[in-house]
């Protein structure tokens, strides 16, 4: 199995000292420069030591948000492309649906692969809700506007004979013709991100990569989605490398203390809730069917919105933003407690969804501090991640495909 480290660098100096929303209205006069260099410096040195530890290293995007500094993958894993030597690097993920040119991404891609020497992995996804407004996109044409930037990067980083032009509904080129081509021939390997099942097939038809963040025992419908249309298209088996789980993860000498850790970093998800109403559903953003549905559930007196909620292992649902650290890992959102505590965590996880591959760990978050990340990490690595590679994923069976009306 294959872990990677993943922070959204975030500025957590302000989320006490300020009430109300953290994104898109919070201005940026709370921010002192200061600490926001010493924090990249203490995200960038995480990141660093993994290298170190045989750990690889995920980074994302957001913007306009003070709970993510990352403005830029691209940019961050330029510089860790040349300050580490060994380890992977991903990008999970280029908000495609929300930069105005697909080229230049495709650019950027080729420039850290060849920095890399090959190590990079390209993931790709739409954007969060809030920042189409900072994007000035359409929320209606998003999903659209994604496949088409998606094609378009392909296209680009696959093309060496000739240059090509592209007129399509969102994107137009005269001329498409990058310098450098990638390392990795055709591309460095693909990765899509999805919170439900109804990605899974068109991803696993794509033969990406598929990551899905904190969605706990829900994650393993949106894992058999695409181990169903990954058969039907004749391909065998998914591999278990296909797939990747993002979880919070302490790890300590003690339990008492992991869990201490795993509250801090766990303020990455008790912040997601401090966003302003009119951009937490953007008309459109969300496909109407799930609206209506949405909509249809709320007559129900025992209604629990499902897009805010997690799964127990006795079939009951918490809040994931206010659910105790207990309830974070009895839905596997959460792993953390010692190394053995942590190792049988990731094993009932594993088996529960038939296997996976790739362990997207959020080793630091919140106001987690810089020491207690390192020796978090270290432990990791030293006590846990060489016994992963012993997970069976036992007597699971895909569920068979549901039947046509």
Not at 34 to 59: H, T
Not at 114 to 135: H, I, K, L, P, T
Not at 341 to 351: D, G, I, K, S, T
Request: glycine letters at 6%.
């Amino acid at each position: 199995m294959r872990v990677w480290q993943f922070t959204e660098q975030p500025y957590h100096p302000v989320w006490d000292e300020v009430p109300g929303p953290l994104k898109n209205i919070l201005p940026n006069r709370h921010i002192d420069h200061r600490v926001a260099a010493d924090l990249y410096d203490q995200y960038m040195e995480q990141w660093q030591l993994c290298d170190e530890l045989g750990i690889n290293i995920l980074v994302n995007e957001h913007h306009a948000t003070s709970t993510s500094m990352s403005a830029s993958c691209t940019l961050t894993l330029a510089a860790l492309a040349r300050s580490t030597k060994h380890v992977r690097l991903m990008s999970l993920g280029i908000p495609i649906a929300n930069r105005p040119d697909p080229v230049r991404v495709a650019e950027e891609i080729a420039m850290i692969d060849c920095f890399s020497r090959g190590r990079f992995e390209m993931g790709f996804v739409r954007g969060a809700q809030y920042e189409v407004f900072a994007a000035i996109g359409d929320p209606v044409k998003q999903t659209r506007r994604f496949g088409e930037a998606y094609r378009l990067i392909l296209k680009t980083l696959t093309t060496h004979d000739a240059p090509f032009s592209w007129q399509g509904d969102f994107f137009q080129y005269r001329e498409v013709n990058i310098w450098p081509r990638c390392y990795q021939d055709p591309h460095p390997p693909v990765w899509m991100v999805a919170i439900g099942p109804g990605p899974g097939a068109w991803i696993a038809e794509q033969r990406a990569h598929v990551g899905t963040f904190l969605s706990g025992r829900d994650s393993k419908k949106l894992f058999d989605a695409y181990r169903r249309r990954w058969t039907e298209l004749g391909w065998g088996s998914a591999p278990p490398e296909q797939f990747g789980y993002m979880a919070m993860v302490a790890v300590a000498d003690t339990e008492e203390e992991a869990k201490r850790r795993a509250y801090q970093i766990a303020g990455y998800t008790r912040t997601q809730t401090r966003l302003a109403p009119q951009f937490t559903n953007p008309p459109g953003y969300t496909p109407a069917r799930f609206v209506a549905m949405e909509q249809r559930l709320q007559t129900n007196p025992n209604y629990v919105a499902q897009s805010r909620t997690i799964e127990r292992s006795d079939g009951s649902r918490v809040m994931l933003y206010n659910a105790t650290i207990d309830d974070l890992i009895d839905a596997h959102v959460v792993f953390a407690g010692t190394a053995d505590q942590v190792f049988e965590q990731l094993r009932a996880y594993h088996r529960y969804v038939g296997g996976f591959g790739n362990l997207l760990m959020m080793g630091q978050g919140g106001d987690l501090s810089h020491a207690d990340t390192i020796d978090s990490l270290t432990r990791f690595s030293r006590d846990v991640l060489p016994r992963l590679d012993s997970l069976d994923a036992g007597d699971y069976e895909p569920p068979p495909a549901p039947r046509l009306a």
